[in-house]
């Protein structure tokens, strides 16, 4: 039985530093691929990515290592329960910083358009251009609010006006993209919570394996 908890214990800890891959491999990817020059293709990703909490992301995910490697020697040690409770404080940590990280998201999505209009305020003629372009609209709220840009996509002001603005398929594109990433990291905190159960059962398994051995080191003694 023993054997088996330790073999369960192991692979929620080998999930939760894959966790920890996951989430450094994504930030570091969607790092490099901000960089990029914006085109129609990237540029409406681009920008929601940039707004992603990225660095809090690494952050979290050199703490999942830390907390992974501090696993090694609880593993490899069967009388050692000091290191698990540490795991165990670390992986609530952990999982808290997830959530939180979710939850920002989250609250961004409950004011999207607004959160959108101060981002669209920021950037450059042509990049509002290419948003014109994917979103086949002209301006933000609409063609005077904030201004268009003159493109292929709003040539004129009585063709500007004739169109929305790309608030709406903005937001509806940053509300889809939002909701997949806290839905992961929700996911991730879900294996998180798993792996600390697990570790509180090898603490339990410990102890009592511990209790054991004193009782039948007292009995031999009797003897």
């Given at each position: 039985m023993a054997n088996k908890?330790?073999?369960?214990?192991?692979?929620?800890?080998?999930l939760f530093a894959g966790n920890g891959a996951l989430i450094l491999?994504?930030?570091?990817?969607?790092k490099n691929h901000i960089k990029q020059t914006p085109t129609a293709h990237n540029v409406a990703h681009n920008i929601l990515l940039s707004q992603a909490p990225l660095t809090p992301a690494i952050v979290n995910a050199i703490l999942i290592f830390f907390t992974f490697l501090i696993s090694i020697?609880?593993?490899?040690?069967?009388?050692?329960?000091?290191?698990?409770?540490?795991?165990?404080?670390?992986?609530?940590?952990?999982?808290?910083?997830?959530?939180?990280i979710?939850?920002?998201?989250?609250?961004?999505?409950?004011?999207?358009?607004?959160?959108?209009?101060?981002v669209w305020g920021h950037q450059s003629a042509d990049v509002q251009s290419l948003l014109q372009g994917v979103f086949n609209c002209c301006g933000y709220t609409n063609s005077q609010t904030p201004p268009f840009v003159t493109d292929d996509t709003c040539p004129t002001v009585a063709a500007a006006a004739a169109k929305l603005g790309c608030a709406s398929g903005f937001a509806l594109l940053a509300n889809h993209f939002d909701a997949i990433l806290f839905t992961?990291?929700?996911?991730?905190?879900?294996?998180?919570?798993?792996?600390?159960?697990?570790?509180?059962?090898?603490?339990?398994?410990?102890?009592?394996?511990m209790r054991f051995r004193v009782i039948d080191e007292k009995g031999g003694n009797g003897i």
């Open positions: 908890i330790l073999l369960v214990y192991i692979v929620f800890d080998l491999a994504f930030s570091l990817i969607t020697p609880a593993i490899l040690s069967s009388r050692n329960r000091f290191l698990l409770r540490l795991q165990s404080w670390l992986i609530i940590i952990c999982a808290l910083f997830t959530l939180v979710g939850i920002d998201l989250w609250f961004f999505t409950l004011r999207t358009r607004a959160n959108l209009g101060g992961a990291l929700f996911g991730v905190a879900g294996i998180d919570a798993f792996a600390f159960l697990a570790v509180v059962v090898v603490l339990k398994d410990r102890a009592e394996r």
